[in-house]
């Protein structure tokens, strides 16, 4: 993190922008359950995307729906999320709703689609480690709603979830092949891939390249700090590259909580201070 400030980010991303670099922001937190508090972070993003549009930063927002009030509704959720979506439609900006636990999967995937139906520029994160995960993928490619590949970040059952890394790897990337068929529809499809495994970034773009396709055809997103050097190859090798940058005063209890769910993060954020 830059810092806990959202003009912490907006200068961190800034500072990216000579190096080729575009950004993504969040503001860490979850599960809020409080209805005022929900409102507060809608209109703090409200904020932000006013900021970026007056700075000119190119700086897409990333959203999870359980902190626009999801635990209090559905409809709660999606009021708050249609209101960013406006501000980002009416400032050219993209909108990015993540991905949360399984069980919010399928409501996630719902909210989303309805937000495309008014507005064009939105895009999901989908999770490889799901098995469901290939069936969500091509109604989406058809509706043109962007698509963020990640492996996933939560503790899931393997009724629902590859429990091998392997597994998990394989899945990534034949969904990457699927996601790189979608290219070139006129639905506009965005497809992304937001991982560090650079042994699986460099198959996806020998993939592409056989495929006949363009090093711009890659947009690989990873998190600030980590992989500096690899995200600087990349932009020299043409591929489209943006960094999230995440802010808040929540990173403790974020941080702690990711901890708990997956102890393996440890590794994750220690590697990242040796070689990020
Ligand atoms: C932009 C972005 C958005 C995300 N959004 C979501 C979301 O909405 N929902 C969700 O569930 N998850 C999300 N995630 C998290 C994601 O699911 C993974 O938990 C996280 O990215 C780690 O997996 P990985 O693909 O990078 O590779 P891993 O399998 O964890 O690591 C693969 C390889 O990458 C290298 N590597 C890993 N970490 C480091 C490091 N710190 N420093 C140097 N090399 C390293 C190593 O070579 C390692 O073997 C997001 C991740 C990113 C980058």
């Given at each position: 993190m830059p810092g806990e400030?959202?003009?912490?980010?907006?200068?961190?991303?800034?500072?990216?922008?000579?190096?080729?670099?575009?950004?993504?922001?969040?503001r860490l937190g979850e599960n809020v359950t409080d209805a005022?508090?929900?409102?507060?972070?809608?209109?703090?993003?409200?904020?932000?995307?006013?900021?970026?549009?007056?700075?000119?930063?190119?700086?897409e927002p990333s959203i999870k729906l359980t902190q626009l009030g999801l635990d209090l509704g559905e409809e709660h959720a999606y009021a708050n999320l249609r209101a960013l979506?406006?501000?980002?439609?009416?400032?050219?900006?993209?909108l990015w709703v993540d991905m949360e636990q399984s069980s919010y999967v399928d409501v996630t995937l719902d909210l989303t689609r309805r937000l495309k139906a008014e507005f064009p520029r939105?895009?999901?994160?989908?999770?490889?480690?799901?098995?469901?995960?290939?069936n969500d993928l091509p109604a989406l490619v058809e509706q043109g709603i962007g698509v963020r590949l990640v492996k996933g970040a939560y503790k899931?059952?393997?009724?629902?979830?590859?429990?091998k890394k392997a597994?998990?790897?394989?899945?990534?990337?034949?969904?990457?092949?699927?996601?790189?068929?979608?290219l070139g529809r006129k639905s506009?499809?965005?497809?992304?891939?937001?991982?560090?495994?650079l042994a699986l970034?460099?198959?996806?773009?020998?993939?592409?390249?056989?495929?006949?396709?363009?090093?711009?055809?890659?947009?690989?997103?990873?998190?600030?700090?980590?992989?500096?050097?690899?995200?600087?190859?990349?932009?020299?090798?043409?591929?489209?590259?943006?960094?999230?940058?995440a802010y808040g005063a929540y990173w403790f209890p974020w941080y702690m909580r990711r901890l708990a769910e997956r102890p393996a993060n440890v590794w994750f954020v220690v590697r990242s201070v040796f070689t990020g």
């Amino acid at each position: 993190m830059p810092g806990e400030a959202f003009d912490d980010m907006l200068r961190a991303a800034s500072e990216l922008r000579p190096l080729g670099i575009d950004a993504v922001f969040t503001r860490l937190g979850e599960n809020v359950t409080d209805a005022a508090e929900a409102s507060a972070v809608t209109r703090h993003y409200l904020e932000v995307l006013d900021a970026i549009a007056a700075k000119g930063i190119r700086c897409e927002p990333s959203i999870k729906l359980t902190q626009l009030g999801l635990d209090l509704g559905e409809e709660h959720a999606y009021a708050n999320l249609r209101a960013l979506a406006e501000r980002s439609h009416a400032t050219g900006n993209y909108l990015w709703v993540d991905m949360e636990q399984s069980s919010y999967v399928d409501v996630t995937l719902d909210l989303t689609r309805r937000l495309k139906a008014e507005f064009p520029r939105v895009g999901v994160c989908l999770q490889a480690y799901l098995y469901r995960t290939k069936n969500d993928l091509p109604a989406l490619v058809e509706q043109g709603i962007g698509v963020r590949l990640v492996k996933g970040a939560y503790k899931e059952p393997p009724e629902v979830a590859y429990p091998k890394k392997a597994d998990v790897d394989g899945n990534f990337f034949a969904l990457a092949v699927a996601m790189l068929e979608g290219l070139g529809r006129k639905s506009g499809f965005r497809p992304v891939f937001g991982t560090h495994d650079l042994a699986l970034i460099d198959r996806i773009r020998a993939h592409a390249e056989r495929a006949g396709l363009a090093a711009r055809d890659i947009e690989v997103h990873m998190l600030y700090g980590i992989q500096r050097a690899e995200q600087g190859r990349l932009v020299k090798d043409g591929a489209i590259v943006r960094v999230l940058i995440a802010y808040g005063a929540y990173w403790f209890p974020w941080y702690m909580r990711r901890l708990a769910e997956r102890p393996a993060n440890v590794w994750f954020v220690v590697r990242s201070v040796f070689t990020g």
